[in-house]
C-alpha cells in the first residue's frame, strides 16, 4: 500500500472515530433527556414537559428546557434542578438571557404595527420597536436618550403594565387627536395627555402579543433583525443594533 492510500485509509478511520464519538454523546444526551423527562415528571407533574436538554459549558449541569421558553438547569440525572440565570463572568454575559431571547425572538415583520404609535426621525431608513409604560421610570430616561437618535422609524407599543393609571394615560395617548405627539409631550416634557376615549382594543392585544413573547418589563427593544434588548440603553448601544440590524 503506498503513502497516498494509507493516508486516505487513515483520513476515514479518523473521521469514523470522530462519527462514533459523536453519535455517542447524542446518545448520552438523549439519555440524559429521559431521565431528566422521567425524574421531572414524576416530581412536577403540574409543570410543563421536558421540550429539550443542551449541555452547558459547565461539566455536569445541562440546560433544560421546558414549553417555549422557560429555562431552568439539572445534573444528569434529574435529581438536582437550578431555577436562576447562568451568567458569564468573564465576558459579563448573561447566558440564560441570550438563550431565552434566542427562543422568542420576534419576526419583526410578524409586529402588529397597526397598534403602534409611529415616529419618524430624519429618513426614517432604520427601524425599532419599543414597548413602553407611560408610568415607566426607565422609560422616561431612555426616551431622552432615543430622542437623540436620528435616521430611524420608532414604533411605539403602549404596554400599560404597571398600574391601573398606566392603561388610563395609554389610553388618553393613544387616544389623542395626533398620539405620536401626546407620546412625546409627556414622555420628553411631563406634559400629561387629556383625558380622551376611542377604542382601546389596540392596548389588549399590544398586552397580549408581549405575554406571548415574555415582555415582562419596560422599555423592551426589538430591531429589524429580531433581536432584543430588555431595558434602556444609551445612544451608542441603540446606534451599535441599529446599525447591526439594518446590515442583515
Known sequence: MNKIWRSVLAAMMGIGILCSATMAWAEDLEAIKKAISQKWTQNMPALPPVQEVRATGISGLYEIRLGESEIVYADAKGDYILQGNLLDLQNRRDLTQERIDQLTAVDFKALPFKDAIVIKRGDGSRQLAVFEDPNCGYCHKFEQQLATVDNVTVYVFLYPILSPDSHAKSRNIWCAANPAQAWQDWMLRQKAPSNAAC??????????????????????LIFADGSRIPGAVDPATIEQRLAVAHAQ
Do not use: S, W
Open 199 to 220: 377604542d382601546t382594543a389596540p392596548l389588549v392585544r399590544n398586552v397580549a402579543f408581549g405575554e406571548k413573547y415574555r415582555i415582562t418589563g419596560t422599555p423592551t
